[in-house]
């Protein structure tokens, strides 16, 4: 199974294929969520562990002050299975 760092705290989760970075970082997605900067995360490793980037999260993307190559957006991007990922969280509500 494939194992999610989540820094600044160094924690580790198991990730299964197919669950959302947001679900492992938060524990759940939360009903409410509206997909803004608040899920916004820095890919440190792992970039092709994860689904490609739908025009929709691009999108997304493209909204936010401080995106960088490694941004994605945490509940667009889902675990693929192929590779650990370590993600930095930079604006997670």
Request: charged share 20%.
């Amino acid at each position: 199974m494939t194992t999610l760092t989540i820094m600044p705290a160094g924690r580790t989760v198991d990730a299964p294929e197919g669950a959302s970075l947001l679900s492992l970082i938060g524990g759940g997605e939360p009903a409410d969520h509206d997909c803004s900067d608040a899920c916004h995360v820095s890919v440190l490793e792992g970039r092709k562990g994860l689904s490609r980037i739908s025009s929709d999260e691009n999108g997304k993307l493209d909204m936010i002050v401080g995106v960088g190559s490694k941004s994605r957006m945490a509940c667009h991007a889902t675990i693929l299975g192929t590779e650990d990922v370590t993600v930095e969280i930079l604006s997670f509500v």
